[in-house]
T-cell receptor, first 113, second 116 residues
């Protein structure tokens, strides 16, 4: 079955540095990959979507890359701020008939001032 | 716009009791869904709906019922609560059933349910 793996260990970085989060998937090739942010006690908030034929997508300080050969997506936050501290979830939509979202467990990011 | 509104935010039930988690959205979204989120398990789809009068099962539907009589509302019913249903429940919506393929999901703030 399809599986998504995100860094299970929390990521701690210094303010101003670039945070890089990883999402690896196995088996099937996703048609689309989404990234969400989730704060404690809140619902996930959509950030970015990247399609299988796109290598990179940007939105303000956020950048997502998609490497279908490595079966990996990287999520970058440049010039990180303490307000970026949250859990970041990766979700993929499989190509084919069964196009349901498959979610990773998320990576916790802490940006220290 | 309030977005996706879930009630109640917290609920404690005894085993065997029934209850309904309410979800309403004011964005005229066709697609609505219910997820549960558990530590170590991630988000799992319970039921979803692609429009009024249409519902379908997700990956963990047992013990839950849904109905979609209007575009705005998508209540989740627990028929006979069990401790295994202790979880945080999220309702999510999307502008059209393209949510099954590409569309971003708009989540509510969650309902934390404890079953004793």
């Amino acid at each position: 079955s399809q599986k998504i793996e995100q860094n299970s260990e929390a990521l701690n970085i210094q303010e101003g540095k670039t945070a890089t989060l990883t999402c690896n998937y196995t088996n099937y090739s996703p048609a689309y990959l989404q990234w969400y942010r989730q704060d404690p006690g809140r619902g996930p908030v959509f950030l970015l979507l990247i399609r299988e034929n796109e290598k990179e997508k940007r939105k303000e300080r956020l950048k997502v890359t998609f490497d279908t050969t490595l079966k990996q997506s990287l999520f970058h936050i440049t010039a990180s701020q303490p307000a970026d501290s949250a859990t970041y979830l990766c979700a993929l939509v499989r190509a084919g008939n069964n196009r349901k979202l498959i979610w990773g467990l998320g990576t916790s990011l802490a940006v220290n001032p | 716009n309030a977005g996706v509104t879930q009630t109640p935010k917290f609920q404690v039930l005894k085993t065997g009791q029934s209850m309904t988690l309410q979800c309403a959205q004011d964005m005229n979204h066709e697609y609505m869904s219910w997820y549960r989120q558990d530590p170590g398990m991630g988000l799992r789809l319970i039921h979803y709906s692609v429009g009024a009068g249409i519902t379908d099962q997700g990956e963990v539907p047992n013990g839950y019922n849904v109905s979609r009589s209007t575009t705005e509302d998508f209540p989740l019913r627990l028929l006979s609560a069990a401790p295994s249903q202790t979880s945080v429940y999220f309702c999510a919506s999307s502008p059209e059933n393209r949510a099954l393929y590409t569309g971003e999901l708009f989540f509510g703030e969650g309902s934390r349910l404890t079953v004793l």
